[in-house]
């Protein structure tokens, strides 16, 4: 039973942050999801970056998009950045780790794409650099964050959307950034393709 006791406070905690999380930041999360819609509509691309289980987190927001969500419809242009094991090292190798995103969204990031940056700590180098990259190319950036939003809070214009989880704990943090990956898949499918209601 003691063990069943620490699944069932898991599950507590990851509830109470996910609507802790749509309270504070749910009308962000429409917002975010209304302008990556728009970017794709225009004919822009959408790059995602993250490290760890943000990394994963990248990869399958990128996947949803390229292939499907929940609707038949056409592949949207999404790039995960964490894919490409020749470029990751070969960047690493040749300049820093830290730079592993950045140069990537230097030479894939046109002007009207949009990157998608995924920090749990709010504090990831490389994500910083793929952020300032993304100013610098004239991306707007989606930033999903967690605990007080990190340095990546304070990096981030005029034009870019924070969406930062309301919990510290890393697993809850990254937790509730799946279901947000979800609703954007969702949204954009809505704002793109007027399925359902």
């Given amino acids: 039973m003691e063990r069943l006791k620490r699944i069932e406070q898991h599950f507590a905690a990851s509830l109470e942050a996910q609507q802790r999380t749509l ?8 917002q975010a999801a209304e302008t ?14 993250g490290n760890g289980g943000s990394a994963a ?21 999404a790039i995960a950045l964490t894919t490409d094991s020749s470029a990751l090292t070969s960047i690493a190798n040749d300049y820093a780790f830290e ?3 950045a140069r990537q969204v230097r030479a894939l990031g046109r002007p009207g794409d949009a990157l998608l940056a995924i920090s749990t700590s709010g504090h990831s180098p490389n994500v910083l650099a793929a ?32 969406l930062r989880v309301s919990a510290t704990a890393t ?4 937790e509730t950034h799946i279901l947000i990956i979800h609703c954007l898949c969702d949204l954009i499918d809505q704002r793109l393709f ?4």
């Fill in 36 to 49: 990556l819609a728009e970017r794709l509509r225009q004919g822009g691309k959408i790059l995602v970056c």
């Fill in 23 to 30: 309270e504070a930041i749910g009308p962000r999360i429409v």
């Fill in 171 to 174: 697993a809850r943090i990254q």
């Fill in 57 to 77: 987190d990248a990869q399958h927001f990128a996947a949803e998009l390229v292939n499907r969500f929940e609707i038949e419809r056409p592949g949207l242009a």
């Fill in 194 to 197: 007027n399925s359902g209601e």
């Fill in 131 to 162: 952020i300032t990259a993304a100013q610098a190319s004239g991306l707007m950036t989606v930033a999903l964050t967690g605990r007080d939003g990190g340095k990546i809070a304070g990096q981030l214009g005029a034009g870019d959307l924070e």
């Fill in 99 to 101: 730079q592993v995103f």
